[in-house]
T-cell receptor, first 115, second 114 residues
Framework: DAGVTQSPTHLIKTRGQQVTLRCSPK?????VSWYQQALGQGPQFIFQ?????ERQRGNFPDRFSGHQFPNYSSELNVNALLLGDSALYLC????WGFGEGETQYFGPGTRLLVL | AQSVTQLDSQVPVFEEAPVELRCNYS??????LFWYVQYPNQGLQLLLK??????LVKGINGFEAEFNKSQTSFHLRKPSVHISDTAEYFC????????????FGSGTRLLVRP
């Protein structure tokens, strides 16, 4: 049973460019959340998708957008990249109904470097 | 809104010694509490979680944590650590009304020395 997978593993971009990161949830999961982890810090919640809609959003600008596909996989898009966007981007999957204690499973992350 | 404080950025300890990693939180609503571990170049793995009920929670790899509502704490403990426990440990909280949104602390690096 494959866990959460993310692609690519590493990415280098320059300021002003756009980037797309991809995530496939764990089998049986229908909810995907994205987190940004800057170097030396804890992950910060970006947003969460269920039924192809953004359900919750953290304190991130509109440059960060996402999408969820019918097969529950998800993309994170970042436009007009800034140096401060350099971070490890983590995807987490779970089943809707987390209020009853469902665990979020994290992928290995995509490390983005903006030059 | 919720917040998490992990006061210790790094905790060095000798192998087979006990360890406690501290976590304090603040929230205006009831919360769920979690501890995750992150090994180098890997994602996060859940160690344990507190949802309700018994305040002493046991997790994987011999770790346990105790929820203390009056002190708003959720400290992680292990009676005897191994070299393989060297990793970054994150405490996280979510409000019961926004349980998909995990708020993480800044992490504590556990360094186990032989």
């Amino acid at each position: 049973d494959a866990g959460v997978t993310q692609s690519p593993t590493h990415l280098i971009k320059t300021r002003g460019q756009q980037v797309t990161l991809r995530c496939s949830p764990k089998s049986g999961h229908d909810t995907v959340s994205w987190y940004q982890q800057a170097l030396g810090q804890g992950p910060q919640f970006i947003f969460q998708y269920y039924e192809e809609e953004e359900r919750q959003r953290g304190n991130f600008p509109d440059r960060f957008s996402g999408h969820q596909f019918p097969n529950y996989s998800s993309e994170l898009n970042v436009n007009a990249l800034l140096l401060g966007d350099s971070a490890l981007y983590l995807c987490a999957s779970s089943s809707w109904g987390f209020g009853e204690g469902e665990t979020q499973y994290f992928g290995p992350g995509t490390r983005l470097l903006v030059l | 809104a919720q917040s998490v404080t992990q006061l210790d950025s790094q905790v060095p300890v000798f192998e087979e010694a006990p360890v406690e990693l501290r976590c304090n939180y603040s929230s205006s609503v009831s919360v769920y509490l979690f501890w995750y571990v992150q090994y180098p170049n890997q994602g996060l793995q859940l160690l344990l979680k507190y949802l309700s009920g018994s305040t002493l929670v046991k997790g994987i790899n011999g770790f346990e944590a105790e929820f203390n509502k009056s002190q708003t704490s959720f400290h992680l403990r292990k009676p005897s650590v191994h070299i393989s426990d060297t990793a970054e440990y994150f405490c996280a909280v979510s409000g019961v009304d926004s349980s998909y949104k995990l708020i993480f602390g800044s992490g504590t690096r556990l360094l186990v020395r032989p």
